[in-house]
């Protein structure tokens, strides 16, 4: 009974947030990934990219919420989803052909564009403020709990309890598949094939007659559908902020760099790490002891290793540990 | 040379002596608020509670013999401390303002008085400056605050917890003087009065996820989660998380999280919940409603202890028969404290003329001001629990 409590406290403090909070990373280092990948800069603006989407999901989602239309048990928001998408790569679209386009014709150096992403980041950063504000939206709707910590008390008699949120479980699953179907585009279609050619080598991918603008368009747009899943289920699990959402960008990049940038495999394994390093690390194990170990061996303290006010300084910690010993991350992305 | 010089100097003073004589019957003051920044949504209200004060002493025309008094605002930014130093500097050597009503955020509070009104010897009375670091500042004499230090609201929501029989609890604060000043001052108090506090973890504003603060703090355990923080910041996204995953049911809220926001946000989920913000059922305050009537909100925070501010300059400039700091910052607390007769908001032509005639005052003013220790305020509080989705009074203290 008490491995089994302290497995549930373990579960519902450390491994049930860090999952969602891993899977939300893993899906914004992705876009991050991809960009690096093919367009070959880091985008600076993917943060704000993702508040954009999200931005135009929870304005569709008001929409729905007047007009009476709802999703049943699970948020509206999934219902707004694709219009978001089709708005975010319209937009991203746009940008590319007023912005990015330019540059790439001038084969200008990569640190060119990540400053030219600079902008474009500071730009969406005020469009967003202006059209819905800089303060907190809710948009949440729906059943709150799979399981709540009550109902899992009553249920197991046990003395700790476990809470999994919909948003939660939501987030999880839209990652798997998610992730699913990016990797048999990338792999089995004839586009995605392409995509890998020109990101393995430019040259001889134009030389085999691959067009680079049909490549960049649909690069863009896979970013629109990644950022924009990636910032709703974020803004639904927490809250949507377009600050917290500009914060984001610290904790994607490092993901991407750890897993190896370009590597999408890697970007999804780097959110994890990332995602658990700063749980884990931090969390005190004071209660799971307590459970576990026979009386006399309890910890007095906490038992904690680091203080919560560390966590940040965690991931970047091994942040640097990847690029000192392996610069082109864990799963051998293209060296920074 | 000698005799030019000498002839500009007696010039000078000459002029400075009429310029002096024809101003006797203005008193300046300055009010120092920031007027942009964090706070700019409440600071309007103070200015005006403070200006209201002015008024009615200028309409009574009872101070030092009928001098009107002009009030001259600045802005402190509440966080630019260099910003509003030179406001404030402005404000002495430009403005010649004979005292300060600020200023409001506790930072940029401590570097006027350190840089401007210590060197140039003017009183200034905060209303709203609440961090246990400007009790121990080096000041002269020259500062008051009409706003309690966060040292007195630890020992309240010590008194709080008390009574409802909670003797462990988990606390948790926003990463700046606010938070940390408040836990420091709450740990202090709890355990002092033999509670346990099993763990003091800050969180910073607006970041991405909670959920590591909310595992270290359900992991220490207690009875009840002490959240020093801000509603509109990370204090809610503690709240949220600590709910959702079962870590603590109960919540007690000190004055930062108290808001209409709170109980929007949480509703019913946080019933049993306590907490205390700075307030008063003296008749003081409905009287200072009533005489704001329709110009502007009396009970936006820290709008009564701006009239009272204000109010005790002015009264203590009469008391000393001079609008000089040196000399008037002497009876501040003479006509804040007993004895004396009781004044309240409106009364202050009343409080002047028995001054006066050399009686003594006990001045109440719109928010019970009662100044203790180094010259700031005892502290009301109100005391709310929460009950079916809804905040409710369960007493001042």
């Known amino acids: 009974m008490d491995v089994l409590n302290a497995l549930v406290a373990f579960a519902n403090f450390v491994l049930i947030p860090g999952t969602a909070y891993g899977a939300q990373l893993a899906l914004g280092a992705l876009g991050v990934t991809l960009i690096y990948g093919i367009l070959r800069f880091s985008n600076f603006a993917h943060g704000d990219t993702m508040a954009f989407g999200t931005m135009f999901v929870i304005l569709v989602t008001w929409g729905f919420q007047s007009a009476g239309i709802s999703a049943g048990p699970v948020p509206t928001a999934l219902l707004a989803l694709p219009f978001g998408i089709a708005a975010c790569a319209l937009f991203l679209l746009a940008t590319d052909k007023v912005v990015y386009k330019f540059y790439r014709r001038e084969r200008v150096k990569p640190v060119v564009f990540v400053m030219v992403s600079l902008g474009v980041m500071f730009v969406m950063n005020g469009l967003v403020r202006l059209i819905i504000g800089p303060g907190d939206q809710r948009f949440a709707d729906g059943e709150r709990f799979i399981i709540a910590v009550r109902d899992f008390r009553e249920m197991t008699g046990l003395r700790e309890g476990l809470a999994i949120k919909t948003t939660q479980g939501i987030t999880v699953i839209t990652a798997v598949i998610v992730v699913a179907l990016l990797f048999w585009f990338l792999n089995k279609t004839r586009t995605g094939k392409s995509m890998r050619a020109f990101s393995d080598n430019e040259d001889l991918a134009l030389l085999s007659g691959i067009n680079p603008e049909r490549v960049v368009m649909y690069t863009w747009l896979i970013v629109a559908a990644l950022a ?30 750890v897993g190896g940038l370009g590597n999408p495999l890697g970007a999804i394994a780097g959110g994890f790490v990332i995602a658990f390093s700063e749980v884990l690390i931090t969390y005190a194990y004071k209660k799971v002891f307590g459970y576990i170990l026979p009386e006399a061996l309890q910890p007095d303290g906490l038992a904690q290793l680091l203080s919560t ?28 | 040379m000698k005799k030019l010089l000498l002839a500009t100097t007696a010039t000078a003073l000459m002029a400075g002596a009429a310029f002096a004589d024809g101003h006797a019957k ?59 130093t030179a406001a404030a500097e402005r404000l002495i050597t430009s403005d010649g303002v004979k005292g300060i009503m600020g200023a409001d955020c506790s930072g940029v509070t401590g570097a006027i008085l350190a840089n401007v009104a210590l060197p140039n010897g003017v009183v200034m009375i905060s ?13 002269d004499g020259l500062f008051f605050r009409t706003a309690p230090s966060d040292a007195r609201q630890g020992v309240v929501m010590t008194e709080v917890l008390m009574e409802q029989g909670i003797k462990s609890v988990a606390v948790t604060y926003t990463n700046n003087d606010y938070g940390k000043g408040l836990a420091d001052a ?17 969180h910073e504003d607006g970041k991405a996820d909670y959920s590591a603060e909310v595992g270290a703090l359900a992991a220490a355990g207690g009875d009840r989660l002490v959240v020093a923080g801000y509603v509109d910041q990370g204090g809610s996204g503690i709240v949220r998380a600590a709910l959702d995953t079962g870590a603590f049911d109960t919540f007690h809220f000190p ?143």
Do not use: W
Not at chain 1, 313 to 330: N, R
Not at chain 2, 127 to 139: C, K, M, N, R
């Open chain 2, 255 to 397: 004055d930062g999280m108290i808001s209409a926001k709170l109980v929007e946000n949480f509703g019913s989920e946080i019933d049993g919940s306590t907490g205390q913000h700075p307030g008063t059922d003296s008749p003081g305050a409905a009287k200072f409603a009533e005489m704001a009537g329709d110009a502007f909100d009396a009970t936006s925070p820290f709008s009564p202890e701006s009239y009272d501010a204000a109010a005790l300059i002015m009264l203590a400039m009469q008391a000393a028969g001079s609008m000089e700091s040196s000399d008037y910052k002497a009876k501040v607390m003479e006509v804040a404290n007993a004895p004396g007769e009781q004044i309240f908001p409106g009364e202050l032509a009343k409080a002047l003329e028995i001054l006066k005639n050399g009686g003594d005052i006990d001045y109440v003013g719109a928010s019970a001001v009662e100044l203790i220790g180094p010259g700031e305020s005892a502290g009301n509080y109100r005391e709310v629990m929460y009950e079916g989705g809804e905040e409710k009074t369960a007493k001042y203290r």
């Open chain 2, 186 to 202: 709450f740990q202090a108090a709890f355990e002092e009065a033999g509670g346990e506090v099993t763990i003091s973890a800050s």
């Open chain 1, 228 to 257: 924009t899943i990636a910032g709703t289920l974020y803004g639904l699990d927490k809250s949507f902020k377009p600050f917290t959402y500009f914060q984001l960008l610290l904790p994607i990049f490092a993901a991407a760099i």
């Open chain 2, 26 to 84: 203005e008193v300046k003051l300055g009010i120092i608020l920031g007027f942009t920044g964090p706070i700019e949504s409440i600071t309007p209200m103070m200015a005006d509670g403070a200006e209201l004060a002015m008024k009615e002493v200028s309409d009574s025309g009872m101070l030092l013999d009928g001098a009107k008094v002009t009030p001259v605002r600045a802005d402190s930014t509440c966080v630019d401390a260099a910003a509003a």
């Open chain 2, 127 to 139: 209303p709203s400056a609440t961090s246990p670091g400007l009790s121990t500042a080096e000041d």
């Open chain 1, 309 to 336: 006010d560390y966590k940040f300084a965690v991931s970047f910690v091994i942040l640097i540990a990847v690029l000192l010993f392996k610069p082109t991350g864990l799963f051998k992305g293209q060296s920074v």
